[in-house]
């Protein structure tokens, strides 16, 4: 009888065991990928809800009521206050026309017009999401200080070296990104008046090696 | 069960479990941040006039500035009663946006709203509105434009462009002279 308990044990012993093992596992499994999966969710920019109108992008809820779970932890994890709905409209960009990423060694020209607002203006950040710093101390231009032509359109070159006109010095290195903000805009993201036809271009005109 | 059942099963155990840490994570971290810009402005409940937060050529926590934006914030607590914003307008472009703690944004208005060249709204919860409602003299309604927000505690923000680098220093004077003043409950005034 006792010969016949020790096996029956044994085997009870390793069934609590490999239970325990899987439980321990299946937690594991939750948390590292619960958790992983949501820094991953929220540790950049906002995830969803972007419309892409030629290079730029906007966030059509971030500024309302209807900001979803994620765009609201994004703004919590970075401190960001964006621009309200009725208050005005941001635009990003970090590619050009064509969609590949601006690059401080290239030459760009932003032109010629913008949807309708009472002001607006245009901003080169940095990699660390900062105005660039040059000598200059210009980082962007508003629409007051943009010099146009008869027919009121404009164009801004991104350059390294001096250009005639509106000109806009690129950094020597690092990853750029252009904003572009409309205040006290009639046009609304995800609306059809925002068409890529009214705002402004993204040409890349030469790259020096 | 076989082996490769129960850790099948134990897979598909974690798997819905990580579901619910993942929601979990993403709905607690507006609460647990400390880098918020309600938290960040914490020190500013008190204060009866917006404190400028970022402005032209100064340094910022805030992401992506507007070098021709000054901004300033007035962070409140409705516990103590409403909060009246006012703003007096001038050639600047200025702009107000309600923050909820950890909800967003729930009202925004530029000066094209003032009247007389004053802005003024008054930012109430849902029983301070419904009370002051209560209180009012039916012949002589409130003209107060009153927001209500979703939750106690939240920010206003003051955003003021300066289209050219001589007007940024008019620019943040205006964002920085809103006053956001506590008031009583009350419905006649």
Redesign the interface.
Known sequence: MRDARAPAAKTVIRRIL??TL??L???????????G???W??GGGYPFGSIRVGPWTVWSR????E?D?????V??????????????LLL?ASADNSGQSLDPRCVYRIGATTPQA??W?L?L?DGD???VVTDLAR??F????VVRDGDGRFSIVLSRHAQPGNWLRMPETGRVSL?L?L??TSVAAGSAALEARALPSIERLECAR | MS?WG??L???M??????????I????S??WL?E???FS?LRGTLAADRSEIIAAPGKET?????????A?A?CAYNLDEGPLRVSARTSPI?E?????AR?????????D?AALRGVLDLIVMTRSQLDEAQANEDEDEPSHDVRIVA?RREG?V?V?A?????SQREQAETAAKSVSCVTEPVSGRR
């Not at chain 1, 594991?28 to 619960?34: F, H, N, P, V």
């Not at chain 1, 779970?69 to 932890?73: F, K, Q, S, V």
Request: charged share 15%; net charge positive.
């Open positions: 490999s239970s899987l439980v596992y299946a937690l594991t499994l939750a948390l590292g990928l619960g958790l999966s949501a820094y969710a929220v971030t500024g309302s009521r900001a779970p994620y765009a609201r932890a703004m919590a994890r970075t401190g960001d206050t964006p621009l309200g709905v009725g208050e005005g990003t009472r002001l203006t901003t950040y999401d900062q105005p980082s962007g508003t629409s007051a200080e904003a903000r205040y006290d | 082996g129960r850790f099963l134990a897979t155990c974690g798997l819905m479990l990580a579901g619910i840490v993942h979990a994570a993403v709905l971290v507006p941040s880098q918020d810009a960040r926590w805030l992401p992506h500035p507007d070098p021709a934006a901004l914030a472009f702009s107000l946006s309600f923050h950890g909800g967003g944004i729930f009202y925004a208005v530029t094209r979703p920010l923000i955003r462009v300066a289209p050219f680098p």
